[in-house]
């Protein structure tokens, strides 16, 4: 007979319950229509390390499978594949950081994002006190450069530059990390088709459809909530992103220094964005607050919230400075606001930020695996896959 | 909210599928409704929470179904498993109701998906729920809920005092503690009893205690029990059970489908004595499964060991166990408890035994055995190539035929025929008026929707009028 071995079942490994999770759902497959992790699952029948890390990412946590599973606890299989996923999801974020003494940031990531955010904040507004006379602080500055009079566009730049380039590098190095653990050629990644049948299924959140009918966000009953909020908070913070570059190409190429007029194209995109970036994370967190805990993990839920807030609050606060820049609430409210948008920086590589990466690696993987799986069904029409009722 | 002192005007018994349709529709048709489900809601639905499709007859293609299903090939089908064994009646009106029960489903909120990889044989028949039946049954709850039906889980009913055709009152015990309901009209949609042990044990004997039930273990038959016992018409054979072959280490009750073993047709299946005892061969799988478990049920121990060497492990659907695996025939029998000369020398008998031929796991090779007993007719390879794999299996229980009669307004019938006043039935319950023997997958569904309905609007019209 097989033995048990306690010592085993007494260690909390996340990637064992993720397998055992796998290997009870591959003798089921009733969730097959939801999403992309089953159909995934389905093609392999025994799950390394890397095959679940990517099956982990692949999953959206649309919690449909928990709600239809006739294993989900208190059956004594106990199978919860979200809130299983979701821990190894995070397990993923800390071991393919860059650089690795990073990945204890995952460790307590909704205290950390949150300390670094107020350190940031405060850290810039001490800066500027010390450095600024208050008078120009709080002065209203207009026309262009006033925002550099309070503080100046080298500063800004060199910050802003240092640490967004900073999370570009390892950003890369981690999507490098995880492309990796599947043994394909990076030249895989560029495959025109497979990879524009991935980009369409990140843009448009294909899989917290649940199979067309949205998903289980709050409980057993289905909507489009979720995917919605998201796309709010994606495309606003893609517009917000716009706006920041057109800014850019406005000082350098054209010479037009901010602040830009309410209906320049800067202005307008980052409004529209700043909007969909408070819908958006107000909605998620809504959402988070009013839903079933039981397919939740409470190991990431700390930093969900952590960076919903932190992009709830660059938005407000741009918001503010947008609509208050021309008094002498400026100054303050320029310092309020670049202290978030630092932090942001400085923490998209070790938050929540990440699950955008891997699940996009993991996204254009299963573009390449189903692509191969019809290519070699083409091929051999005699597979057999007898199943019964 | 639920009351156990009000009358209500219909009380549904049960919380599977059939009790949902029966509940929603006489909601739907203007009567107050209770429904009492004897499971906590976490484990609710009976065996609903197993299911994963329905048959159904269209005559287009539809959302989710190909082509078309008339009823007559549905009718054969039927005729076919049941050994020509059904009420013609009966089984017409469930056949062309369920063209009609698939948009009824979908407007209550239940949603289809196209036929899952692999079933690729039911995609023209059968309609499956988008992630089960217990998706099924979270959108027929939520509906009877936002429509007004009164729902108390964890409410078994025990007992149901008939007078003289009429039901008079149930007995319940609430929460664990007794109580009595009255309702103008009464549903029995409670199932079957395969998961009442002792029960089985009446026709099976002490076998029966080596059986594993697959789905709900809340099927213990008391309602069935009162009804048969107040002489109500039985109808069944009390003694049939529809057992297939499952992992003998699955749960002893709602294990389900991933229990299931596929193997048994690309391997030889010993005993506990360690000899072959039937063709495992015979047909497809799919064909074959549901024997298997009144053959394991037959040999000692009720216990059987499938083993296949290492070119046939990728020819059937992962397990949800680990097969026992070990480097020579030897070491696997030690494993397995088995008699290592004797589990050796059967499967040598074999090896010497099998003929050659071209093998081809998708269809009826003729790779056969010569002068075996019993042969093996078709994928018959050498076991041969290390390593070696065994599953052990035991009979699992899907459901069982015994049941109340009925008529084609879902009224129970008494002993003489006599329809009762007040009580109705559908689902598992009333099954083996239509389904006497055999299977068709899917129909269990079809016969509870439908015969749900049907009860829910009788119901209603009689406490409505």
Wanted: glycine share 10%; with cysteine.
């Amino acid at each position: 007979m097989s033995s048990i071995n306690l010592i085993d079942l007494a260690e909390d490994n996340v990637r064992d319950e993720a397998r055992r999770a796998m290997e009870v759902c591959n003798a089921c497959r009733y969730c097959e229509g939801y999403c992309a992790v089953f159909p995934a699952m389905e093609l392999r029948r025994e799950f390394t390390d890397g095959d679940l890390d990517y099956l982990a990412n692949l999953c959206h946590n649309c919690q449909g499978c928990f709600h239809s599973c006739q294993y989900a606890p208190p059956h004594p299989f106990g199978i919860n594949v979200p809130k299983t996923f979701a821990e190894l999801r995070l397990q993923t974020y800390a071991d393919y950081a860059w650089p690795q003494p990073m990945a204890k940031f995952f460790d307590r990531n909704g205290t950390l994002v949150t300390l670094l955010t107020a350190l940031c904040v405060a850290s810039v507004i001490i800066a500027l006190m010390l450095i600024q006379d208050p008078q120009v602080v709080f002065a209203s500055h207009v026309g262009p450069g006033a925002f550099y009079k309070v503080i100046p566009w080298g500063v800004m730049t060199a910050f802003a530059g240092a640490t967004f380039l900073f999370a570009i590098l390892s950003l890369v190095m981690s999507f490098r990390n995880f492309w990796r653990a599947s043994q394909r050629p990076a030249s895989d990644i560029v495959r025109p088709r497979t990879l524009g049948q991935a980009m369409h299924d990140v843009l448009t959140l294909k899989y917290l459809g649940g199979g067309g009918h949205g998903c289980n966000d709050v409980s057993d009953h289905f909507s489009m909530r979720r995917r919605y909020y998201h796309h709010f908070t994606f495309y606003g913070f893609m517009l917000c992103f716009a706006a920041t570059s057109v800014a850019t190409i406005y000082d350098h190429v054209l010479g037009l220094q901010a602040p830009y007029g309410f209906f320049s194209l800067p202005v307008l995109l980052g409004t529209v964005g700043g909007i969909g970036l408070v819908i958006g994370p107000v909605g998620l967190i809504w959402i988070k607050i009013i839903s079933d805990p039981a397919p939740l993990s409470k190991k990431m839920i700390g930093g969900d919230y952590a960076l919903l807030m932190l992009l709830l609050l660059v938005s407000v606060t741009g918001l503010l400075l947008l609509g208050l820049r021309e008094t002498g609430a400026m100054g303050i409210l320029l310092a309020i606001h670049l202290g978030f948008v630092l932090a942001f920086f400085i923490a998209i590589p070790y938050s929540k930020m990440v699950h955008g990466l891997y699940r996009s690696a993991a996204l254009i993987r299963y573009a390449l695996e189903r692509q191969e799986d019809s290519d070699a069904h083409a091929a051999d029409q005699s597979k057999p896959k007898v199943k019964v009722a | 909210m639920a009351s156990l002192t009000r009358l209500y005007d219909v009380l549904v018994i049960g919380g599977g599928n059939a009790a949902l349709c029966a509940a929603i529709t006489a909601r739907e048709a203007g009567a107050s409704v209770l429904l009492i489900e004897w499971a906590p809601k976490a484990f609710r639905g009976g065996n609903t929470r197993h299911t994963r499709n329905l048959r159904a007859m269209h005559s287009e293609p539809t959302s989710v179904l190909t082509e078309s299903y008339l009823e007559d090939e549905y009718w054969d089908d039927l005729k076919r498993v049941t050994g020509n064994n059904t009420n013609e009646e009966l089984a017409r009106i469930t056949i062309r109701e369920t063209e009609g029960s698939l948009p009824w489903l979908e407007e209550r909120g239940v949603r289809f998906q196209p036929s899952l990889t692999g079933t690729l044989n039911l995609s023209r028949t059968n309609a499956f729920f988008l992630g089960g039946g217990k998706s099924l049954v979270n959108a027929l709850f939520n509906h009877a809920e936002r429509i007004g039906v009164a729902v108390l889980y964890d409410t078994e009913a025990t007992d149901l005092i008939i007078d003289d055709g009429f039901v008079r009152e149930v007995k319940i015990v609430n929460k664990g503690f007794p109580a009595t309901v009255r309702a103008k009209a009464v549903v029995a949609s409670s199932g079957g009893f395969q998961a009442n042990i002792e029960w089985l044990k009446e026709y099976w004997g002490a076998p029966a205690e080596n059986f594993l039930i697959r789905g709900t273990p809340y099927a213990k038959g008391r309602v069935l029990r009162s009804l048969l016992d107040q002489g109500v018409h039985q109808i069944g054979d009390p003694t049939q059970c529809h057992a297939v072959g499952i992992d003998a280490r699955a749960p002893k009750f709602d294990g389900g489908i991933a229990s299931r073993l596929d193997s048994v047709p690309f391997s030889v299946m010993l005993n506990q004595n360690g000899d072959r005892f039937y063709d495992e061969g015979e047909d497809v799988w799919p064909k074959r499964y549901a024997i298997w478990g009144r053959l394991i049920a037959q040999q000692p121990d009720q216990i059987g060991y499938s083993i296949v060497d290492s070119k046939a492990e990728k020819l059937f659907m992962p397990s949800v166990f680990p097969a026992y695996r070990a480097d020579s025939i030897r070491e696997l029998a030690g494993q397995l408890g088995l008699d290592p000369d004797k589990v050796e020398k059967t499967i040598t008998a074999y090896n010497e035994a099998v003929q050659p031929g071209v093998f081809d796991s998708s269809k009826l090779d003729g790779c056969t055995t010569a002068g075996l007993t019993p042969p093996k007719t078709n994928w018959a390879q050498k076991i041969d190539t290390a390593p070696f794999l065994a599953y052990p299996l035991r009979p699992g229980i899907t459901f069982t035929y015994l049941g109340v009669k009925v008529d084609d307004r879902a009224r129970v019938l008494m002993a003489n025929n006599e329809p009762t006043a007040n009580l109705y039935a559908s689902g598992e319950i009333m099954a083996g008026n239509i389904l006497s023997k055999g299977y068709l997958a899917g129909f269990g569904m079809s016969i509870g929707t439908v015969f749900g309905r049907i009860a829910g609007r009788e119901a209603a019209r009689r406490v409505l009028n």
